[in-house]
């Protein structure tokens, strides 16, 4: 499957498959996405077992150029994912 989830289909079949409202699923996921967030900034890692690891890492300044100027980048924060065992058993088959 090469598809994009798209967050209006994620709400569609989650209110179809629980049978709750739409509002109800945009509740919950967007409750959901506050408490990870509020994880990730405050222990810097959320774990979801089966599913994967999300972690704030610092990545290393970067250098580019900008009309011919060279500009540094300084370092920055970023979320990386590693996936679970469960979601590589899912990726494998």
């Known amino acids: 499957m090469n598809t994009t989830q798209l967050k209006s289909e994620l709400y569609n079949r989650l209110s179809s498959d629980f049978e709750i409202s739409k509002n109800d699923v945009d509740y919950f996921v967007e409750e959901f996405i506050d408490v990870m ?17 999300l972690k704030v890492v610092t990545r290393a300044p970067r250098m580019y150029s900008v009309k011919g100027r ?5 370092p920055r924060p970023t979320v990386v994912f590693k996936p679970g065992t469960g979601m590589m058993g899912v990726l494998r088959d």
């Open 70 to 74: 060279e500009v540094e980048t300084g």
């Open 37 to 53: 967030q509020g994880g990730l900034l405050e222990d810097g890692k959320v774990l979801l077992r089966k599913f994967g690891t």
